[in-house]
């Protein structure tokens, strides 16, 4: 009878670290974070523009929207006109708190295109990836030397 007890004791065990570990795998986070674009307009050196960037993290695929904003003092400016509008899909891989992603473009509003010219003399598209490494730390997550937040969780347009 106590053997029975002990084997079951450990198949809920096992059972319950599984669900957990199913959970965790089918679960959705967003950061935010900003990323630096510099001084884009030289009659005010004092507004900074950035690239708000919210970076959504659904099973092992990764969505990342980047929208352009600028800060003046303590006022922060949305503006739909200004360009740069950024998404990019891709996937992740986990190890030991480090989270590689890569990600391609797959659209982008108001911005430049870019070409290069290939072997037979013609110009191509230039297709843009965002590749980098993240550390998960206490609040967040770390990515080169910026911090992103974790928020609520929201639909973003690199998803739909």
Known sequence: MKTALKTLFV????????????????????FLGYEKIGILDESEPE???????????????????QNPIS????????????????YFKGTKTENLGKIKILT????????????????DGNFEKVH??????AEKISNGLQIQNQIFKKVKNRKLRSEM
């Open 11 to 30: 198949i809920l065990i096992l059972i319950s670290c599984k669900s957990k570990k199913v959970e965790n795998q089918n679960s959705e986070s967003i």
């Open 128 to 133: 843009r990836e965002k590749n980098f490494e």
């Open 47 to 65: 507004s900074v523009w950035l690239r708000e960037t919210l970076i959504k993290f659904k099973n092992d695929s990764v969505f990342i929207d």
């Open 71 to 86: 800060v003046n003092n303590k006022d922060t400016l949305y503006s739909s006109s200004d360009g740069g509008f950024y």
């Open 104 to 119: 391609k473009e797959i659209a982008c509003d108001y911005c430049p295109t870019e070409m290069r010219k290939n072997s």
